[in-house]
């Protein structure tokens, strides 16, 4: 047992572990639990020569061996990470915790506290006590600095001087404040309250994405919200519960719940937009109204418009005709919204659209910024060409270095780190793309722990890595954080029926396909794999119809697989042959590909087989041959 632990039993030490695992600052993310977890148990069985970056990254964080510290930073990441979400904890639900688990700067040695009150013990406010048995410089990393020893204050008497010192620091204080004042505002209060009220919000446009202001929605018809008027037998009309306020709320709730977009509060968050400006990004804004008209059977039809702000005009119009709430109005208030953000809020919808045309037409995505390296990879995903993915993936690591906030930035860095690995394009030495797809991901999440998008990325991640448990728990947080997001809904889908889950998945992804008609390629991969899973041929082989050309590795992969079930050699050998050109790790490693795409061990047999027949080479597992 080490010094620094003599005097606390590994019991209470396992307790205090307990309780900040099952915390909100630690529940939420698997890493963080996965490093406190082995640097306590291994600090308590006497092993801290073990606790270093490298066993870190292989025990707690499932690398591989070959797993190098000095070149990938994963684990100074995620200590940093850990580090704040403890201090978290400690002043929040912690703070009455009798032992306080610190990991200090420097080391990873974990250090326990004993605590009284809600601070460590034998301390006063502005005092520092050194922590038993802490050695600082003990397992530095490459890069990192020992910390500055704690030195221990000497207690100050807290007298009357002290007192009169503080009254007559305050007075100075408010004496300059009045000063400045006067020179701000010569007309006094009056003048001040005035320019408060009437200044419109200076807001910066950081990102340059576009900006939506939804207005109140207009209702008319037989019946108005809050009127009880008596049909033939005398009771409330239904469509008294789908009132035009009920709408816009929602409406406004899932725009806000995209990455991608950014929802005003009013018209005066809006920023200058600049529309025609070439010298910098142009701003995108739009504003979204609607008409809710209820009809003397009890039907109502919602008619919306979006209008560019602008050049004014109209840029999208549609009526959704002969709804009915029934039983439960607000399912299907859910999927009205769900119709809508899939035509309006996607990133293939029909306001991207827009403002990247306006992005082109104002000289291109270099000069839009955070949001033209946005464009970047969505621009990769619609033709997956090397050099579009290339251009994306520099454009965002510069971006995100010069602005480590940008959440969005990280999270769309993991996708196309890991579409080196799975769509075979631009892998570079260094560290695995796995590693820096994760190492992204968790930054994002960090950055942004309510963002559905995120957390579908991290899903993404952990299903490619092979942590089942992990990508599952991520795709129910990003589909409960925005259930309108049909691109969530697909992808969650798509990776349940791969990992065994097929009925749930395929409900998913035929909610999906109900909502939006024109989806990404990968939509289809994954319709395709739900109907070979299933046995479902002609599905499989109508879904396979729809997947894009050459340049997308998965794409070969699922028509391959759709024409292998239906007998058609042919084209199953020819589509094999392009996806191991694409993909050269196909050819090279062909077991460990069908594992990652394929975590169900039936499904992923089934997949062996078939790619078998079709020429695929080097299986190690029994195949048909």
């Known amino acids: 047992m080490d010094a620094g632990l003599a005097a606390l039993p590994p019991e209470a030490a396992r307790a205090a572990l307990a309780r900040v695992l099952m915390s909100e600052e630690l529940s939420s993310s698997p890493q963080l639990s996965n490093i406190l977890r082995f640097v306590v148990e291994a600090t308590l069985e006497g092993r801290r020569d073990a606790i270093k970056g490298y066993t870190i990254a292989v025990e707690a964080l499932g690398r591989d061996a070959s797993f190098d510290p000095q070149a990938d930073p994963i684990v100074r990441v995620e200590a940093t990470r850990l580090r704040r979400a403890l201090e978290r904890y400690y002043a929040g639900a912690g703070a009455q915790d009798e032992i306080e688990i610190v990991v200090p700067r420097g080391s990873y040695v974990p250090q326990f506290v004993p605590r009284r009150a809600g601070t460590r013990e034998g301390t006063e406010a502005g005092e520092r006590l050194p922590v038993p048995g802490a050695e600082p410089a003990d397992l530095l990393e490459p890069g990192e600095v020992a ?38 505002y010569p007309g006094g209060w009056r003048s001040a309250m005035s320019d408060v009220a009437f200044r419109p919000i200076e807001r910066f446009n950081r990102l340059g994405i576009p ?10 018809g037989a019946s108005q919200p809050g009127v009880t008027q008596a049909d033939a037998s005398g009771g409330a009309s239904p469509s008294a519960d789908f009132p035009a306020r009920a709408i816009e709320v929602r409406v406004r709730d899932a725009l806000a719940r995209f990455d991608l977009l950014d929802v005003l509060s009013s018209p005066d968050a809006r920023p200058s937009l600049g529309c025609a400006s070439t010298a910098n990004a142009p701003h995108s804004a739009f504003a979204l109204g609607g008409l809710v008209e209820h009809h003397e059977d009890g039907a109502i039809s919602v008619l919306l418009r979006l209008t560019d702000l602008c050049d004014g005009t109209i840029v999208w119009s549609r009526e959704f005709d002969g709804l009915r709430p029934g039983s439960d109005s607000s399912a299907a208030e859910v999927a009205l919204v769900r119709e809508i953000m899939a035509a309006i809020a996607e990133p293939y919808g029909v306001i991207q659209a827009r403002a990247r045309s306006r992005v082109v037409a104002a000289g291109g995505t270099a000069t839009a910024g955070p949001y033209g390296c946005v464009l970047e990879a969505y621009g990769y ?44 394009v ?53 589909l409960a954080l925005n259930p309108y997001d049909v691109d969530v809904l697909a992808d969650v889908g798509g990776r349940l029926v791969a990992l065994g889950q097929p009925e749930r998945g395929e409900a998913l992804l035929s909610s999906a396909s109900l909502s939006a008609l024109g989806m990404p390629p990968w939509v289809d991969f994954h319709r395709v794999i739900a109907a070979y899973a299933r046995g479902d ?69 089934r997949v062996r087989e078939d790619l078998a027949g079709a020429g695929l080479r080097g299986f190690k597992a029994a195949a048909a041959n």
């Not at 002290?162 to 300059?176: D, N």
């Not at 520099?394 to 270095?401: S, W």
Request: hydrophobic share 50%; aromatic share 8%; proline share 7%.
């Open 537 to 605: 041929i002609p599905a499989a082989a109508a879904a396979a119809d729809h997947l894009m050309g050459d340049g997308y590795a998965p794409g070969l992969l699922a028509r391959a697989l759709a024409s292998a079930s239906a007998g058609e050699m042919a084209a199953a050998r020819a589509d094999v042959q392009k996806l191991t050109e694409i993909a050269p790790e196909w050819a090279s490693q062909p077991d460990v590909m069908v594992s990652r795409f394929f975590p169900d061990p039936a499904l992923a047999q």
């Open 211 to 220: 900006m939506i202001e939804v207005r109140s929605f207009d209702e008319t």
């Open 426 to 478: 631009n892998p570079r030495p260094g560290p695995p793309s796995l590693n820096r797809a994760l190492a992204a991901a968790e930054q994002a999440v960090e950055l942004a722990p309510t963002s559905a998008y995120v957390r579908r990325v991290l899903m993404d991640v952990h299903f490619f890595r092979g942590a089942r448990g992990s990508a599952i728990a991520a795709g129910e947080a990003a």
């Open 147 to 184: 910390p500055v020893p704690a030195v221990v204050a000497v207690p100050v008497r807290r007298g009357l001087a002290r007192g009169w010192a503080g009254l007559l620091l305050l007075l100075l204080v408010v004496a300059s404040v009045v000063a400045l004042f006067g020179v701000l």
């Open 381 to 424: 995903w619609r033709s997956y060409a090397a050099p579009d993915h290339e251009r994306a993936r520099a454009c965002l690591e510069k971006a995100v270095q010069n602005d480590g906030t940008f959440a969005l930035g990280y999270a769309l860095l993991a996708e196309l780190y890991l579409d080196e690995l799975r769509n075979g």
